[in-house]
């Protein structure tokens, strides 16, 4: 078949697609009153999980109402168990998309699986007190081994080598896997088991083999790489190094893999993967993810303001308080814009007051490719631009929070009141009643699909908000309140 | 820019009519019985269940009530409207309806393609002739490697089998065919409909399917009319919104 015939068959299958799709459905939908509850059921079940339920699914939420345990089932759905089956659909779905806007400026939700969404989804999923995320050394990641660690071995299963037959025949698994496969043609991956982190290449009990369905192109292009091979799965996921780039996380989602499987998808420490030193560690705020963001070029201002937006749901205008002092303003910004003082004194002190006090927090980090950090050097981008000669000069970490009195004192500060880089800001953050709330208020957006506008929207978020800090921080729990509440079945 | 090139070929067919029809039904289709709440219809108190257009479940006073039990309850404005899914729920609700992998190389492929014209929002004020176009070709893919690797599917013989057989497979897994609350006219409107589909029937003004008859076997035009007909139920509002 030549190219033109095939495009022009190719439109005309389409474009008969389109007439079908607008055919099919002008009769769609003929709902009466007994739907409602049943239309109900599937708000509920899509705001959990983002995919439909079926009849089957819709009749058990129906009969939980009923019985009183909505509650229950609706743990149910999220963690896909006890007749429902919806994958991993809530974390890979709904809590991607709770937590991505976080990780760009633009908020956008067309931005792959990051380190910083990859570590709210597994703090939610293993059900961790959500405030630590902001400061604890975190960072959730595929498990597996890497083709170049000396862990890992891959051969035709017909060209068993006889220099490793002592090792590999010891392992009666490795015997198993050569006989599961008569014709020698796959491939077969001896490994060290990657779930122990104390197992080695001599331990007979912790090595494994088993077929793959990769062909030797494939795992010799994954070996070049020095790919993550994840033996559950069959699955090479791409670059295990997460601070040069993301393409861990976007083979990740790429490949489809299943967040809720703790066996694939863990936690780990940001030592080393992340940061060289233990003071870099702040949670999602050292996270690769975060610092592309918001230390990347710029003053480092971007990390303070959006952590604001995203953790206390404030823009900077909101936070705006012209009766706070101004002696940590830093050098770069202009006391007379335009040749007003009044300007200054009116307007800009309103957010730089408070705003440059606590970014000082973030003078180490800088991003470059990666987020990098120097113990005791502050970037250059903080102390480049003079307008203002006599304006604060950023000498370390140090922090203090001026808007602890004065009209943001409402957002119900936590403790330190001051202290030194951005474990400890992550710690203020975590403590205050503003984060809760704007946690929940989040939340409810998500589930309920519109902001908080009426007076019960703002009850179900302070309800949620109230919940959130009398059980531990527990978010998932905070999601299916939420979605119940809200969702009127 | 490739997208929009090829989205511009298209539109140059008499598509470009078709598509502001899709956006007419699409936006024609909603369900009804949904409409917005007054705030008046709002109800505060935490046994009374009834809301707008409401039966009235059983109140909530299970064993099971959690101590900090709903605040509100009863149908509320929040649960009325009418939206759509954002591409992420859109391509994991089709892959659970087919049980194609969305790791699978050709949907990995074509939602590279169309994602930024599909949905970022669930507001359905943000659907565009685009977005139509997007998800017909993402539930294309889907339906394509859903037609053939699905294993009821694959053992028809397309060459021999009649629609009947074909249809009454598609809306079992398609649609919930065993949701007793959705009306049977639904069913029969769409299986007459796929049935035209399905028959390629060119005389119908109201199908159109293009495909050329005398360049497949009847067998391989019988099983590309299933995945088109398959992609009419997936990417149907029926589907995409809620």
Known sequence: ?489 | MKNFTRTNKLLKKPTSILLLLTVFCLTSCLPKGVEKADESDLDFSTNNNSGPETSSPSPRTGSDLPDDGPIVSGASELSTKTEILNFNQMSMNFSKITGVDRGHPMIKDVMSEVLSQLPSSNNVNSFTAFTQVSITRLSFSYCDVFVDEDSDFSSINYSASNNEEIINLLLTKTLDTADSSNPSVLYEDLASELNDVLNNNTNDPEVTTYIDSSIDSIGDRKKRLTKMACTLTLSSSYVTMF
């Open chain 1, 1 to 489: 078949m030549n190219n033109n015939l095939k495009n022009q068959k190719s439109r005309k299958f389409i474009a008969g697609l389109f007439l079908a799709t607008i055919l099919g459905f002008p009769f769609q939908v003929l709902h009466s009153q007994e739907l409602d509850s049943r239309l109900l059921a599937k708000r509920l079940h899509i705001a959990l999980t983002g995919t439909s339920p079926s009849s089957a699914e819709i009749d058990r939420m129906i009969s939980a109402r009923e019985s009183g345990n909505l509650r229950r089932v609706a743990k149910d759905i999220v963690e896909s168990r006890n007749g429902f089956d919806n994958g991993s659909s809530f974390y890979n779905v709904t809590l991607k998309d709770f937590a991505t806007p976080w990780s760009t400026e633009d908020g956008s939700l067309y931005t792959p699986l990051n380190d910083m969404t990859a570590t709210v989804i597994g703090y939610i999923r293993d059900d961790k007190p959500f405030n630590e995320v902001l400061w604890r050394d975190s960072v959730y990641k595929a498990v597996g081994i890497t083709f170049k660690g000396g862990q890992l071995e891959y051969f035709k299963n017909s060209e068993f080598p006889e220099t490793d037959k002592e090792l590999h025949s010891s392992s009666t698994v490795c015997q198993d896997v050569i006989s599961e496969d008569p014709s020698g043609n796959k491939y077969r991956i001896w490994y060290v088991d990657p779930l122990n982190p104390n197992s080695s290449a001599n331990d007979v009990n912790n090595t494994y083999c088993r077929l793959t369905d990769y062909s030797k192109s494939e795992l010799e292009a994954a070996y070049k790489d020095n790919a993550l091979y994840v033996p559950k799965l069959d699955k090479i996921i791409a670059a295990n190094r997460i601070k040069e780039n993301n393409r861990h996380y976007e083979s990740l989602e790429a490949e489809s893999i299943d967040l809720t499987d703790d066996e694939v998808f863990r936690e780990t420490s940001q030592l080393t993967k992340l940061h060289r030193s233990t003071d870099a560690i702040a949670g999602l705020l050292s996270t690769r993810a975060f610092g592309k963001a918001y230390y990347s070029a710029g003053t480092n201002r971007a990390a303070f303001a959006f952590s604001m937006k995203n953790f206390f749901c404030k823009d900077m205008e909101e936070l705006n308080d012209t009766t706070v002092p101004d002696f940590r303003v830093r050098r770069d910004i202009d006391r007379a814009p335009g040749g007003d003082t009044t300007t200054f004194k009116q307007r800009c002190v309103g957010c730089h007051a408070g705003m440059d006090a606590m970014s000082g927090a973030f003078a180490y980090y800088n991003y470059n490719g990666g987020v990098t950090y120097e113990p005791g050097q502050v970037v250059s981008k903080m102390n480049h631009n003079v307008f203002y000669p006599d304006g604060h000069v950023t000498i370390d970490d140090s922090w203090m929070n001026l808007w602890d009195e004065g009209a943001n004192a409402s957002l119900g500060w936590g403790s330190p009141k001051s202290g030194q880089g951005a474990k400890e800001f992550g710690m203020l953050l975590s403590t205050s009643d503003a984060f809760p709330k704007c946690m929940s208020k989040q939340v409810f957006e998500k589930v309920c699909f519109k902001s908080p506008t009426t007076v019960r929207d703002e009850l179900i978020v302070l309800a949620g908000s109230k919940l959130l800090k009398s059980n531990g921080f527990n978010m998932k729990e905070l999601f299916i309140k939420t979605a119940i509440d809200c969702s009127g079945l």
